[in-house]
């Protein structure tokens, strides 16, 4: 049902709001992979929260491996490039 948030595609806002509904817990099971696979795909088409929410979740090792900030970043840096090619 919450899904029915997302009506288009590329619709950045709703999938970035979204993940906050699983990475809080609010309706949904809290899920941290879940939430990172959303925020990857909103930093992808240039959600710059959502790069945020990705050093966040790298940084205090969400869902993912736990990194330093020099390894952080560099995959801000490839998040940001990526962005850029859109």
Not at 7 to 27: P, V
Not at 28 to 49: H, M, T
Not at 56 to 70: A, H, N, T, W
Request: hydrophobic letters at 40%; aromatic letters at 12%; proline letters at 0%.
């Amino acid at each position: 049902m919450i899904h029915l948030v997302i009506k288009k595609e590329n619709d950045l806002i709703a999938r970035t709001n979204l993940g906050k509904f699983y990475y809080k817990g609010l309706g949904v099971k809290q899920n941290y992979a879940k939430v990172f696979c959303l925020f990857q795909k909103v930093a992808e088409l240039e959600g710059n929260e959502a790069i945020f929410w990705l050093e966040r979740f790298y940084y205090q090792g969400l869902g993912v491996e736990k990194i330093g900030s020099k390894k952080l970043n560099g995959i801000k840096k490839r998040l940001i490039s990526t962005k850029k090619r859109h």
